[in-house]
């Protein structure tokens, strides 16, 4: 139930990085509501339990998608991925969020 609790977490974070106004910006990007993150993080986690990298990153605000040390976003996520699913349980906690996504709290704070 923890690493439950923890992914959401997880989870929670990537949606309210999608959700991150460019600086400056004096409103809520258009269309950034509850509905619109949860359906994020449903793709997000549908992509970690297909081991697409590359879906996840086309997912993620742009400025968390660029190269890194040599690494492009899809190359680090894939590795990311392969570590999560190679877990004991990786994979089926994967799908216990993927469950509890629907009726998780959003609230979105800052925008």
Known sequence: ?????????????????????????????????????????????????????????????????GTVHGRSCAERWDTRIARLLARRGGRAGLRADLRAIPAARVTLDGL
Do not use: S
């Not at 409103?27 to 509905?35: L, W």
């Open 1 to 65: 139930m923890r690493a439950v609790k923890a992914r959401l977490v997880v989870i929670a974070c990537a949606g309210a990085l999608l959700a991150i106004p460019p600086a400056g910006a004096l409103a809520a990007p258009a269309g950034v509501n509850p509905v619109t993150l949860r359906a994020a993080a449903t793709r997000l986690v549908e992509a970690e339990l297909a081991g697409d990298g590359a879906t996840a990153c086309g997912i993620l605000d742009a400025p968390l998608t």
